[in-house]
């Protein structure tokens, strides 16, 4: 999981320019001088070699399809720019760079919660004119995690949402809908099953995942389109915030879960001690592996809300365009090439969701990986994170008070209260 803290920009200061002009700096490492309002109009039209900036614990996805581009731009050559491995080094280092204009690292593959953010802060170049790319192939919630105010402000590069895993050896099909889940789990008890669920409610960004899940499967929202007002206080997002609580309290879901990472929930499902978990599609995975209690007893299916499936909590990866980049033209078409058929056919492979629709309905990837028509269901009806700049401070809010309403230190009604105040402080 991953956040984002907002920072403000800072402006280069003319002296310091000038004199790392008379050193001699080239354009790619060091301050452009210009600010970002002015650089967005620059170089649109702009060739030649670019790097491409990740996270090193996903580059092995990309390398391939860097290789691929490399091989027929000769003249247009991606060089890849690994970032630490911790999301927050990620971030502080991509933000250290922007804020001071430097074009060192021209595409960035940005966690989807980071996007909102760095777009604020005027450092992604708009996906507009003739830097604008189709996306009308791509699944529609990932566009709008990469859309800021109506204006998209980075291509979709790969997505993720969590799903609904199930023992088959205990129930033949999914629930239906929430009620259906929470009535079978007699069958859990009756069979000697330790927990009837688990999923992520320690005290970090998977409890804001779930909190938002089932606020949003029961028809709420967190923040409203200006990803500022607060409206977690409305009916429907306290409904979904106590049947969290309920489902806690209650026994359904387990009460080791607020110990809970996604690890421990892969261990607890794949360990057969519960009938029920929701998880990333990577556990299918797990599941299948030797060892495994549950190989060959595992079905998959979209979360589920009142009245049906749920709205699963997005995940992926954005990549934006450096606004002080010199060549947006090869990385606006960069990105477009990671969105071809080849490329996001790999992603699949490779256990990374893509982002192109057409990718979920290819047969023989269904026979390979059978949880991707429900992943594509659940991708479809998908909410993103709040889409707000002061993400970090947002979250912080989501889990302290969700915290408050598991653990009993709250009511439902004052934790949503509560967490309204702290969002609307975060956003000031």
Same mark, same amino acid.
Do not use: H
């Given at each position: 999981m991953r956040s984002f803290n907002t920072r403000s920009r800072v402006a280069v200061a003319a002296s310091a320019v000038a004199l790392l002009a008379l050193a001699g700096c080239s354009s790619d490492d060091s301050g452009s001088?210009?600010?970002?309002?002015?650089?967005?109009?620059?170089?649109?039209?702009?060739?030649?070699a670019i790097s491409f900036a990740m996270g090193k614990n996903d580059t092995d996805k990309l390398q391939p399809v860097i290789a691929k581009w490399n091989a027929t731009h000769p003249d247009e050559q991606v060089s890849l720019k690994e970032l630490p491995g911790e999301a927050d080094d990620q971030r502080n280092k991509l933000e250290q760079s922007l804020q001071a204009g430097n074009a060192d690292y021209d595409v960035m593959a940005l966690d989807v919660v980071w996007?909102?953010?760095?777009?604020?802060?005027?450092?992604?170049?708009?996906?507009e004119g003739p830097l604008a790319i189709d996306t009308a192939n791509l699944l529609p919630s990932t566009v709008e995690t990469a859309t800021y105010r109506g204006q998209l402000v980075?291509?979709?590069?790969?997505?993720?949402?969590?799903?609904? @895993? @199930?023992?088959?050896?205990?129930?033949?099909?999914a629930p239906a809908d929430w009620k259906a889940l929470t009535d079978s789990c007699a069958v859990?008890?009756?069979?000697?099953?330790?927990?009837?669920?688990?999923?992520?409610?320690?005290? @970090?960004?998977?409890?804001?995942v779930n909190t938002t899940q089932f606020i949003n499967s029961w028809g709420g929202?967190?923040? %409203?389109?200006d990803g500022k007002t607060p409206e977690v206080t409305s009916p429907q997002a306290e409904a979904g915030l106590q049947a969290l609580v309920d489902a806690y309290q209650g026994g359904t879901i387990a009460k080791r879960a607020t110990g809970f990472t996604e690890e421990e929930t892969a261990l607890a499902f794949v360990g057969g001690e519960s009938m029920y978990a929701y998880n990333w599609p990577y556990m299918w995975d797990n599941a299948q592996k030797d060892g495994s209690k549950v190989k060959g007893n595992v079905g998959v299916a979209p979360?589920? %809300?009142?009245?049906?499936?749920?709205?699963?909590?997005?995940?992926? @990866?954005?990549? %934006?365009?450096?606004?002080?980049?010199?060549?947006? /033209?090869?990385?606006?078409?960069?990105? /477009?090439?990671?969105?071809?058929?080849?490329?996001q056919m790999s992603f699949a492979d490779a256990s990374f969701p893509p982002v192109l629709k057409s990718v979920y309905d290819d047969p023989a990837l269904q026979a390979k990986y059978p949880y991707l028509p429900a992943l594509k269901a659940a991708l479809e009806n998908a909410k993103p994170r709040p889409v707000t700049p002061n993400y970090t401070q947002v979250s912080k809010a989501i889990q302290d008070n969700a915290n408050s309403a598991l653990t009993g230190a709250a009511t439902v009604d004052k934790a949503a209260t509560d967490m309204a105040a702290a969002i609307t402080a975060a956003n000031q």
């Open positions: 001088g210009a600010s970002a309002s002015d650089a967005a109009t620059q170089n649109l039209d702009g060739r030649g996007t909102a953010g760095f777009a604020a802060n005027g450092w992604l170049q708009p996906l980075a291509g979709p590069q790969n997505t993720n949402a969590q799903l609904l @895993y @199930y023992r088959t050896d205990l129930t033949p099909q859990a008890k009756d069979k000697g099953v330790q927990d009837c669920m688990v999923t992520q409610l320690k005290q @970090y960004e998977g409890l804001t929202s967190v923040v %409203g389109a979360i589920v %809300g009142p009245n049906g499936a749920g709205a699963s909590t997005l995940g992926g @990866y954005n990549n %934006g365009i450096n606004v002080f980049s010199k060549n947006k /033209a090869t990385a606006r078409d960069f990105i /477009a090439f990671v969105q071809n058929d080849e490329n």
